[in-house]
């Protein structure tokens, strides 16, 4: 039988209970290895809410875990390690035994500290037991270069030496992290970052099982499942791993960046902040698709520094900005929707640059770099919904009417569309080809439709643009 179950913990109030009801001791990484062996044979996936890894990196994760291996995520920033670490917590029993009172976890079977062992002596099968949930038995700590022994180990507490204590008595410590979260997942973010006497602390207590405490040491048999993440410019550069800790690490697992557009557009919808209640606001997809396709350019980019990288939170905030631009125009425009247009594309790019390295020779290209690069993206994703259409006759209406259309961050969808004095030919079928023919009534998504239509025209080159100000353009022959 395991530890318990439900959502509420078992009524086993000591351990002579425990082992009546037929409960084993079992280590942590014997612990998620049955639960996700368990999941596997439900055909449950190891985690969910992480898109583009179903086929690469949860594989290697779910062979690093059947096989007990402590293990370290390697990859660029923005790339979910933090968050599939967080998900490891899925795989611990919603409850565990631990000795009443204890501060590390101790197992009623096996009582590691010195408090634990005198009670286990003392009360025999009527040891007193508590239950700790889950959450408890997580642990994560950002590797900084200030970090100390004793936040991780711990330290000489001045108070319970001060009570009358020894100083070589184990019992006078104030212990740390890792000891405090035994029987658990711990969780070190950034690890090169930590220095080297920190690592060396840490190695001592989860390969030689003792610690060495202002001049004394003690047996400390902890039980935890180790897990770090790194970036690959950090472990090699900005910092290292002492050879013996990264021996320590059986699995390393390489995360990446989305391989398609559809699982880059999938995450940011998903992890983008919603857009205020009070604003009805409605995103095209081929605009998310812009978003996507120009963070895959910069990606390949050899002015952009792709050991830094460009993180998938590059994708989410200019999403957010862009949805930002468009709810601004609705509130002064009395719009009923807010959605986002091509225009407000030009609002993303000097809010995103700080998130992106680039390696120039020469300062102050960036903005045009990134330019170029998102409108390739909007010429790219045109040609992907309406690659083929023939536009023969709104380019007449421009070259032989004198047609001109004036658009900006704050004019309203409708007078765009009152630009054209008329009904514009195609536009139901341009909207069936974007995939907004469902609000095809709603003359902000047909402006933003239009002007997706007009962009990639100019793009094209089958017809001009001419720069009225930062954020108005006019559309003309």
């Known amino acids: 039988m395991t530890h318990g179950t439900g ?117 025999g099968e009527d040891l007193p037991i508590a239950w700790i949930d889950r959450d408890r038995r997580f642990a994560e700590k950002l590797a900084t270069p200030d970090a100390a022994v004793a936040d991780l180990i711990g330290d000489v507490d001045p108070i319970k030496v001060a009570e009358g204590r020894t100083l070589g008595d184990e019992e006078t ?10 029987r658990g997942i711990v969780a070190i973010n950034e690890l090169p970052d930590l220095p080297e006497r920190i690592q060396v602390a840490l190695l001592n207590v989860l390969e030689e099982r003792d610690v ?25 550069n900005r910092g290292r791993i002492i050879s013996p800790l990264k021996d320590r690490f059986g699995a390393q697992v390489r995360t990446h960046y989305p391989h398609t557009i559809d699982d880059e557009v999938a995450i940011v919808t998903a992890e983008a902040t919603p857009p205020p209640t009070d604003v009805r606001v409605h995103v095209p997809r081929y605009l998310d698709e812009v978003l ?98 023939s536009f023969d006759e709104l380019i007449e209406r421009f070259e032989q009417g004198g047609l001109t259309v004036d658009t900006g961050d704050l004019l309203a969808g409708r007078d765009l569309l009152a630009a054209f004095d008329g009904p514009i030919t195609g536009l139901a079928r341009w909207l069936q080809r974007l995939g907004e023919h469902e609000r095809q009534e709603d003359p902000e998504v047909a402006a933003s439709a239009v002007e997706f239509v007009l962009e990639g025209l100019h793009l094209g080159r089958r017809l001009n643009r001419d720069e009225l100000d930062a954020f108005a353009v006019r559309y003309g022959a």
């Open 7 to 123: 959502s509420t913990p078992p009524e086993l109030p000591t351990l002579g209970a425990l082992r009546a009801a037929g409960i084993e001791p079992r280590s942590v990484k014997e612990e998620v290895r049955a639960n996700l062996v368990a999941r596997l044979r439900r055909g449950d996936p190891l985690t969910t809410g992480v898109v583009g890894y179903d086929d690469t990196v949860l594989p290697q994760l779910e062979r690093a875990i059947l096989a007990g291996q402590d293990l370290i995520l390697l990859g660029e920033r923005g790339q979910a390690k933090t968050r599939l670490v967080r998900r490891l917590v899925e795989l611990l029993d919603p409850w565990v035994p631990i000795v009443a009172g204890c501060e590390i976890n101790c197992s009623p079977w096996v009582p590691t500290c010195a408090s634990c062992r005198r009670a286990a002596d003392e009360h």
């Open 292 to 389: 996507a396709e120009l963070v895959h350019l910069l990606r390949e980019s050899p002015d952009v520094n792709q050991r830094s990288g460009v993180s998938v939170r590059f994708t989410i905030g200019a999403h957010e900005t862009l949805v930002a631009a468009a709810v601004r125009r609705a509130a002064r425009t009395g719009a009923d929707t807010a959605v986002p247009r091509v225009i407000d594309l030009r609002a993303v790019l000097p809010a995103a640059l700080g998130r992106i390295e680039f390696d120039l020779l020469e300062d102050g290209q960036e903005l045009e770099i990134v330019e170029h690069a998102l409108a390739r993206a909007v010429l790219t994703v045109w040609r992907r919904h309406l690659g083929g259409e």
């Open 173 to 182: 410590i104030h212990w740390g992290l890792v000891p405090r979260h035994h």
């Open 212 to 236: 060495q405490i202002r001049g004394y040491s003690l047996r400390l048999p902890l039980d935890v499942l180790l897990v770090a993440t790194a970036n690959p410019d950090d472990y090699t």
